[in-house]
């Protein structure tokens, strides 16, 4: 598809299960995000990639909370042990290279993520 | 660290009537950009409009428009016209003037309802 598709568009699990959820960004894009929207709040950074760099994990909310990006395309953000405040919708993003001009972010549908 | 302030939570208009969303934000930085996203119940965030700090003539995007004033930290967002499909989540967002790319910060959100 021509836009970031995430996948599952939803998650139910239980507190203390891993869960894995996936971004795949528009093909060509070098910038990748993760955000955390909690019930009734603005969207909350995560993570982000850049190409080859190291990723700014500045946003992560505590170790339990991973991602990687395989082969500078596809994404997985990983949640272990998860806990009830875990629950939100999971957004990721991706914007073009750097020097394209504004380079806006483009988003998924995110991934609604509850956890009993 | 940059913040975005949406000081109305919820907002309505009558169809067809203008209505303007309010934005403030605080940076240090004298270049950045400025966006407004649109979030209907598909949870997809949808680009529209956007402002780049060192122009100073406002953005307008057809029926959507701005009123940018740098110096009191402003972004304010108008529709005119409104449309019933112009019911959503309205989210103010800033990023920073970077030669790479920065993830966005967000406003917690203005809920906009379109009255028939």
């Known amino acids: 598809g021509a836009g970031v598709s995430q996948s599952p568009s939803n998650k139910v699990t239980e507190k203390g299960k891993d869960v894995e959820l996936r971004c795949d960004p528009i093909?060509?894009?070098?910038?990748l995000y993760w955000y955390r929207q909690s019930l009734g709040q603005g969207l909350e950074f995560l993570i982000y990639?850049?190409?080859?760099?190291?990723?700014?994990k500045s946003g992560l909310p505590s170790d339990r909370f991973s991602a990687e990006r395989t082969g500078g395309s596809v994404s997985t953000l990983t949640i272990q042990r998860t806990q009830q405040e875990d629950s939100a919708v999971y957004l990721c993003?991706?914007?073009?290279?750097?020097?394209?001009?504004?380079?806006?972010?483009?988003f998924g549908d995110g991934t609604r993520l509850s956890i009993l | 660290a940059q913040t975005v302030t949406q000081s109305q939570p919820e907002m309505s208009v009558q169809e067809a009537e203008t209505v303007t969303l309010s934005c403030t934000y605080d940076t240090s930085e004298s270049d950045y950009y400025l966006f407004w996203y649109k979030q209907p119940p598909s949870r997809q965030m949808i680009l529209v409009i956007r402002q780049e700090a060192y122009k100073q003539q406002n953005a307008t995007e057809n029926r959507f428009s701005v009123n940018f004033q740098k110096a009191a930290k402003s972004f304010s967002l108008k529709i005119s016209d409104s449309q019933l499909g112009d019911a959503a989540m309205y989210f103010c967002a800033y990023r920073s003037w970077n030669s790479g790319n920065t993830p966005l910060v967000f406003g917690k959100g203005t809920r906009l309802s379109v009255i028939a």
């Open positions: 993003a991706s914007s073009p290279s750097p020097g394209q001009g504004m380079r806006p972010q483009h």
């Open positions: 990639f850049q190409g080859n760099s190291a990723p700014d």
């Open positions: 093909s060509g894009h070098t910038a």
